[in-house]
């Protein structure tokens, strides 16, 4: 089984400075971008904190996805963990990452780090 498994981190897009944590709009956003990539959303939740803060999380076929939003320093981060089964996810693991980058991040202060999870047949 081999993973593709991507950590982000970067100040807020223009997007995410208008919305607040549980806006059901940011949801659906990165839904769409999920479904997007052609990965399946299987439940999403978004959990707010006092002060604005909140996590989000997607529930995938494939995995998950996490975001944490930190308004009060204008940051968020995103955890993505795609699988592979029969087949690599990996090129749609990429599109995801390169669709909530312009999304989620103000342009050129996203970070990404990309762990690699096992070596399985369906490679990376």
Known sequence: MTAHHFIGEGDYSDRLQTTSGDDPKLLTAVSDAVRGAGLQVVADQAVPFTGGGA?????????????????????????????????????????????LAELCFAPGSDAWRELSVGDGPAGG
């Open 55 to 99: 996590t989000l999380v997607w529930v995938l076929a494939e995995s998950h996805l996490v975001m944490h939003l930190w308004p009060e320093l204008g940051r968020a981060t995103i955890d993505l963990h795609i699988c592979d089964y029969r087949d690599s996810n990996r090129n749609k693991a990429q599109r995801l990452r390169e669709a």
